[in-house]
Nanobody
Framework: QVQLVESGGGLVQPGGSLRLSCAAS????????MKWYRQAPGKEREWVAT????????KYADSVRGRFTISRDNAKNTVYLQMNSLKPEDTAVYYC?????????WGQGTQVTVSS
């Protein structure tokens, strides 16, 4: 069965950095695009970034472009989100996602809190 397990969240001061990881299993990881989403308290889940199956293409939400970098290691079945210049408004639970046969799979999420 498909499993996505996020890690790497935590408490960081404004301007700091974190790297999130998402370990995938149960499917041919290298064949699927991967995405990161986030959900802040009281808000809807929003898309953050996408990376193509081979890693050659990436897209970002306007709110994170230039600060966040999505990457993947297909040998390790892992997708990453490097987050720099963090702002309080980046505080959210971050989820990785993939879609297979029109079905969305989600991890359990990892909490990122940006506060002084």
């Amino acid at each position: 069965q498909v499993q996505l397990v996020e890690s790497g969240g935590g408490l960081v001061q404004p301007g700091g950095s974190l790297r999130l990881s998402c370990a995938a299993s149960g499917f041919t990881f290298s064949s699927y695009a991967m995405k990161w989403y986030r959900q802040a308290p009281g808000k809807e889940r929003e898309w953050v970034a996408t990376i193509t199956s081979a890693g050659g293409g990436t897209k970002y939400a306007d709110s994170v472009r230039g600060r966040f970098t999505i990457s993947r290691d297909n040998a390790k079945n892992t997708v990453y989100l490097q987050m720099n210049s963090l702002k309080p408004e980046d505080t959210a639970v971050y989820y990785c996602n993939t879609k297979r046969y029109s079905y969305d799979y989600w991890g359990q999420g990892t909490q990122v809190t940006v506060s002084s």
